[in-house]
């Protein structure tokens, strides 16, 4: 079965994703505002429209990837484009919240589309990789017609048939991820204040990655529960330690990073959770 995907959106991201279809035999044709983009592609066995409007009209899968939802749904959703949907499958690229997500869907639907949600939990080098984990939310009759397409991009993960799931999966990664890596390069400028080697610094925090993994595994059941007794440490503990991180950041002049860490704790502390897990600093971070 001929399997035809048109790709609206060529930055990084997108062109990526097209390679990643023709790579695996699909008939892809591309858009791109900035035509140049497209024709780039031209040579590695894309088709190119001439519009938006021709790319539409060209596949049964319409794929974008573009910069922000405002984007996407302009592109998508506009007088001129939700006719030309009717009977297709979109499968959004584009960053996203839960709530833009279920209204993503809903104008699909209103256009006689299915619609899937797709999040790329990767960069664009790795796009047909198995470092490339990509998360899919919405339409199963789409994820599954188009499974072997998908799987081609990397690890592809159907989280269900709520639109938003993706989304929410994407953005808590996304979480972690920056809020990791600032904390991360608080470490470094520590390092570095104290002339302490980065690479050894660098080479530690592989072994103290575990750590995180087994605070997520709790988390999992404690959370639910709202039960945060345990036996590995508790915040008194806890808030202890960063004391003494806050002490040595303003002896080195840095940024207050770690006090606005702080402040979980002292909230947490302050509704009688000193003797809980770390866990427990959940009950600050939400109603």
């Known amino acids: 079965m001929d399997v035809r995907i048109s790709m609206i959106g060529l930055g990084r991201m997108g062109s990526a994703l097209a390679r990643g279809f023709l790579r695996c035999g699909a008939q892809v044709t591309v858009w791109n505002r900035d035509a140049a983009k497209a024709e780039a592609l031209r040579g590695e066995g894309a088709t190119v429209a001439r519009s938006l409007a021709e790319a539409l009209k060209a596949s049964d899968l319409i794929a974008v990837s573009v ?40 104008h699909a639907t209103d256009a ?23 998360l899919f939310s919405g339409a199963k009759t789409v994820f599954d017609r188009y499974e072997p397409q998908l799987k081609a991009l990397g690890n592809a993960m159907f989280l269900g048939e709520k639109a938003g799931a993706a989304a929410t999966l994407d953005l808590a990664l996304l979480d972690f991820y920056y809020g ?63 004391a003494l991180i806050v002490q040595a950041a303003k002896d080195a002049k840095l940024d207050p990073f770690p006090e606005q860490i702080m402040g979980y ?21 939400r109603p």
């Open 180 to 242: 990791a890596t600032a904390a991360m390069l608080h470490g470094v400028a520590m390092c570095q204040s104290e002339g302490f080697p980065l690479e050894i610094y660098a080479k530690a925090l592989g072994g103290f990655a575990p750590i995180v993994a087994q605070t997520a595994e709790l988390a999992a059941t404690m959370v639910p529960a709202r039960n945060y007794t345990g036996s590995e440490a508790t915040n008194d503990i806890h808030a202890a330690a960063l």
């Open 265 to 285: 704790f002292k909230s947490a502390l302050a509704k009688g959770h000193g003797p809980d897990e770390i866990v427990a600093l959940v009950e600050t971070m």
């Open 67 to 106: 910069l922000d939802t405002a984007a996407s749904h302009a592109l998508l959703f506009s007088p001129a484009s939700a006719p030309l949907l009717r009977g297709k499958a979109v499968l959004d690229f584009t960053t996203s919240t839960p709530a833009v997500a279920r209204a993503a869907m809903q």
């Open 112 to 134: 006689g589309a299915q619609y899937l949600d797709g999040a790329l939990m990767c960069y664009p080098s790795g796009v047909g990789t198995p470092n490339a984990t990509i």
